[in-house]
């Protein structure tokens, strides 16, 4: 069964700064995709950014990039010049490329961003 | 274009109750489903559907019933709510070709359920 890991409960980041947060995921899945979600206080699940598995090249979306480690089955996201709002819970899931597609999630980073 | 709409935002049942949590979606999407979220849990699939009149279970299906009888609406029913069930629901939805690409899931707003 595929399972997706975020070993960090939370994290802080000063604003301006660059943090990464981490996700580890296990398939036997070679067509897959992945995804980071963002949770704001408001509860809506937004799309941050998303990693088809067959492109080498690693998703960039304006201050987000992942960094797609595929043979080590990890995919980090990198928040450049960190702003207050990007403060959330933010989760990795995962989905597999066949004709179900149903979403797996990771357990959430809480991301503090310090004034 | 009101993408994926929850109703209600928030209820409160006693032990034994049942409801419908409402679920649409205005872009004409083949795929839909509910998650719930609990503390420290993340997101758990309940029940998913592929298009009207498919439906199948997810990880955590038991306690609930879905139907799907139009491609816009997708109910999710509590048939007899227990405090278990205390949780925050979503609703999602996403273009969907089989054998096709995954595409990107939209969610609902959500809907926040205690069970006394």
């Known amino acids: 069964a595929q399972t997706v890991t975020q070993s960090q409960p939370e994290m802080s980041v000063q604003e301006a700064e660059t943090v990464t947060l981490s996700c580890t995921y296990d398939?036997?899945?070679?067509?897959?995709?992945l995804f980071w979600y963002k949770q704001p206080p408001s509860r809506q699940m937004i799309l941050v950014i998303r990693?088809?598995?067959?492109?080498?090249q690693n998703a960039t979306e304006n201050r987000f990039s992942v960094n797609f480690q595929k043979a080590a089955k990890s995919f980090s996201l990198k928040i450049s010049d960190s702003q207050l709002g990007d403060a959330a819970m933010y989760f990795c899931?995962?989905?597999?490329?066949?004709?179900?597609?149903?979403?797996?999630f990771g357990k959430g980073t809480k991301l503090s961003v310090k004034p | 274009n009101a993408g994926v709409t929850q109703t209600p935002k928030f209820q409160v049942l006693k032990t034994g109750q049942s409801m419908t949590l409402q679920c649409a979606q205005d872009m004409n999407h083949e795929y839909m489903s509910w998650y719930r979220q609990d503390p420290g849990m993340g997101l758990r699939l309940i029940h998913y559907s592929v298009g009207a009149g498919i439906t199948d279970q997810g990880e955590v299906p038991n306690g609930y019933n879905v139907s799907r009888s139009t491609t816009e609406d997708f109910p999710l029913r509590l048939l007899s709510a227990a405090p278990s069930q205390t949780s925050v629901y979503f609703c999602?939805?996403?273009?969907?070709?089989?054998?096709?690409?995954?595409?990107?899931?939209?969610f609902g707003p959500g809907t926040r359920l205690t069970v006394l």
């Open positions: 999602a939805s996403s273009a969907f070709e089989r054998g096709g690409p995954a595409d990107t899931q939209y």
């Open positions: 398939t036997s899945e070679s067509d897959y995709y």
């Open positions: 899931a995962y989905r597999y490329g066949g004709s179900q597609g149903n979403l797996i």
């Open positions: 990693q088809e598995a067959y492109k080498q």
